[in-house]
């Protein structure tokens, strides 16, 4: 039987979400959680990877057992034995044809950055003392909609077969004394959205004339600008149909 979940959690102390043999990672966690509470070896299947760092407020995944769960005892359970920085929630069967992965129809997230040093939101924002042109950074952001190759925004080695992506919303708006870059879009090529950032906020302190369309269009990784840190990063949702 299949299970689907949410996950939520802190990347800070983690080399990200993928197994790997020598770094705390998110999967491992969870398989072992899940694994003492069905008393059966378990495997989840995540609807993507993070990156060391980064953090997840509604990432999906799936867990296939033999028999039923008692929903609410077992979430209870899994939660109890993972480790402060890292919950799920919203358990629930679904059919065994649903894939966390291949399922999901859009993924959400939003890159918060501040102006100045937030003890309180450490690991959660971006420091940037920069003054920004905020208005130029807006217009850039609202560019990115649609389908493009987002090939100049790929992080070298990455082993994607092709970089277009459908971005269904993307804006740069304040939230409080922050401001933060949300996007939605049905998938991501590798440090995407961390390379946007870094790169709007260039364009903002203008170290980089060219517009996101001309950067875009180059599918040139050297005219995009930096890549942004993994701290201000939160993988906000994966979105499927049918199943909240």
């Not at 092709?162 to 090529?189: K, W, Y």
Request: aromatic share 10%; charged share 25%; glycine share 8%.
């Amino acid at each position: 039987m299949r299970y689907f979940f949410r996950v939520e959690y802190d990347g800070t102390g983690y080399g990200g979400w993928q197994h790997q043999k020598s770094t705390p990672n998110i999967q491992d966690a969870l398989e072992r959680a899940f694994s003492t509470v069905v008393r059966a070896p378990c495997r989840i299947t995540g609807a993507g990877r993070t990156d060391a760092g980064v953090h997840a407020r509604a990432q999906g995944a799936h867990v296939d057992v033999d028999g039923p769960l008692r929903i609410r005892h077992s979430e209870h359970s899994v939660n109890a034995l993972l480790p402060s920085d890292i919950a799920v929630y919203a358990l629930q069967q679904v059919d065994d044809s649903f894939h966390a992965r291949f399922s999901a129809v859009s993924r959400s997230y939003c890159y918060r950055i501040c102006g100045r040093k937030r003890p309180l939101l450490f690991n959660r924002v971006w420091p940037v003392f920069y003054k920004i042109d905020h208005d130029r950074v807006r217009e850039e952001a609202a560019s990115l909609s649609g389908v493009h190759d987002f090939s100049a925004f790929c992080a070298s080695g990455s082993d994607v077969r092709h970089a277009r992506c459908t971005v269904l919303s993307a804006r740069f708006e304040p939230e409080g004394d922050c401001m933060v870059f949300a996007i939605e879009a049905n998938r991501f090529v590798y440090t995407m959205v961390r390379s946007l950032v870094g790169t709007l906020v260039d364009m903002g302190r203008g170290k980089i004339i060219e517009s996101m369309t001309d950067i875009l269009a180059k599918k040139d990784r050297a005219r995009a600008g930096t890549t942004a840190p993994a701290c201000g990063l939160t993988l906000e949702k994966v979105n499927y149909q049918g199943v909240d």
